[in-house]
């Protein structure tokens, strides 16, 4: 499906539609509805679920959204935050320089200088996109932070926050007083970044405000004990970087024993391995559609010493597309936030010794991730429209249905309510045929339908309190007793947890 055809079912079922769509929409914003909400937040749930649950070590907080200038100014974002711009000198309009390069280089133009870009427009007689006029200017740095006056007078300056991982640095002194003073200490968070993008497209992989969710695991690099034999024998899709240089788009599958004795260390190795699991057993994503893409170190960002990026194939966007990353980040963003403030961020290691934790990061998109559950699942099953969401993200998990209105309603309506009281998201539906109910539900990715009818109520039934459960995807139906339903479906729809997993909670 093209990602125009998947954006106006989406919008046509509420998922998700245009900010200010009453005026004509604001670029690079987007709201989401009832269903696009509650997706939304299983994802979040589900990430969480996982990540936090690799370890008791792991906690989530929440993090303000607003930070003064001084932060940013420290962590750099002030400073080197931007991307290439080049403007149309006849129509001006901006553009992004890798959008107007990407036909002739789809690898992107990491690592390239500003002047390096400019002769590429210039050898390639690239026009602008909007009017064909051959007049780009040459590239310029671009600061994609949103400003903000802050206070009464006006005179303080301050920023909304360009990615959610500065909440969790700034954290890391309180998180290390009121935790066990010990590493490794993860600090999780999801919530609101803000880019002024130059040119927004993609629908949800280029916005001006989206959701992230972030792990950032502070540690000692001398000694990060992780059960790595867990994953030895995980096989992961692997495109590095000399296998790229070999003109190679496709991965290489190789065991993480195999990856080992080649510099990854154990402690990457394993939180890399958790999360191309949690892309192909808790999202549902079909392992031939992942890779982890290597950075070069012309690609990543200077203070990355090691970056992979999970990418996904998507058939609405043609290609690959990053939808999450795992950075080893070294001991930069301490040591920046320690020279910005004035105050020492290093701590004392259980042997005596005194250092500046190093920092792994795991960050994963959530909108890009929403997106993605639609393009992968979301597809036609005959004549019929079929969302076949992992039944643990489904935003509703059973929808419930009476045969005939006037007799089955009341049952039904009840049956709906002792559901939600057991913490089962259910929905009553009675409108039109019993054929439109299953193909809507079907369209909004419910994993299961519960129907009352008249062997349910009779009091003569040898079928009396039980109902007919039919499961989405196989469209089968069986017979429950309406006390085992809530059991089934919160078995069927529990999330996913490596090793068993633990509670997510604060230290």
Request: hydrophobic content about 40%; charged content about 25%; overall charge neutral.
């Amino acid at each position: 499906m093209k990602s125009d055809e998947l954006y106006a079912l989406l919008r046509r079922r509420g998922i998700l539609w245009p900010t200010a769509e009453l005026y004509g929409g604001a670029q690079g914003l987007y709201d989401y509805g009832p269903l696009g909400t509650a997706l939304k937040r299983r994802i979040e749930e589900a990430w969480t679920a996982w990540f936090v649950g690799l370890s008791e070590d792991y906690y989530r907080i929440e993090g303000a959204e607003i930070l003064p200038e001084a932060v940013v100014r420290a962590s750099g974002h002030l400073e080197n935050f931007t991307d290439p711009e080049v403007t149309c000198a006849s129509c001006h309009t901006a553009f992004r320089a890798d959008t107007v390069l990407e036909k002739i280089r789809p690898e992107g133009i990491d690592g390239l200088t500003p002047t390096q870009i400019g002769d590429l427009v210039v050898a390639h007689k690239i026009a602008c996109p909007k009017c064909g006029a051959s007049a780009l200017s040459v590239p310029r740095a671009f600061n994609l932070m949103f400003g903000l006056d802050f206070g009464v007078t006006g005179r303080e300056r301050a920023y909304l926050r360009p990615e959610t991982a500065q909440s969790s640095y700034l954290a890391f002194p309180r998180m290390w007083e009121v935790g066990r003073k010990a590493l490794p200490l993860g600090v999780a968070l999801i919530g609101r970044a803000y880019r002024n993008e130059i040119a927004p497209r993609q629908l949800l992989f280029r916005m001006r405000a989206f959701t992230q969710a972030e792990l950032q695991i502070f540690f000692d690099p001398a000694h990060f004990p992780v059960p790595i034999d867990e994953v030895a024998e995980e096989t992961l899709p692997m495109l590095r970087v000399a296998r790229r240089a070999r003109g190679e788009e496709a991965p290489e599958w190789i065991r993480v024993a195999e990856l080992r004795s080649e510099a990854l260390p154990d402690f990457y190795l394993y939180h890399l391995a958790h999360t191309y699991r949690f892309y192909r057993d808790v999202l549902g994503i079909p392992k031939e559609r992942i890779r982890l893409f290597e950075k070069s170190d012309s690609e990543r960002a200077f203070y990355n010493r090691i970056q992979y990026d999970v990418e996904v194939h998507l058939e609405s966007l043609a290609g690959y597309k990053e939808l999450g990353a795992v950075h080893y980040r070294g001991d930069y963003d301490l040591t920046r936030h320690g020279e910005g403030s004035g105050k020492d961020l290093s701590v004392l290691t259980g042997d005596g010794r005194r250092i500046v934790p190093h920092v792994l990061e795991l960050t994963f998109g959530v909108d890009r991730n929403l997106w993605a559950q639609a393009d992968v699942h979301l597809g036609k099953d005959g004549e019929r429209t079929l969302w076949r969401l992992p039944p643990a993200l489904a935003p509703v998990q059973v929808g419930v249905f009476p045969l005939l209105k006037k007799e089955h309603g009341s049952y039904a309506r009840g049956l709906t309510r002792e559901l939600l009281a057991q913490g089962i998201v259910a929905e009553y539906d009675e409108a039109g045929g019993i054929g439109k109910r299953y193909a809507r539900m079907d369209e909004a990715g419910v994993p299961f339908c519960v129907t009352v009818d008249g062997e349910t109520v009779s009091p003569d039934s040898p079928h009396r309190d039980t109902v007919t459960l039919r499961d989405r995807d196989s469209r089968s139906q069986d017979r429950v007793p309406r006390a085992e339903i809530a059991a089934r479906i919160s078995s069927a729809t529990r999330f996913p947890r490596p090793g068993g997993g633990r509670r997510a909670t604060g230290p």
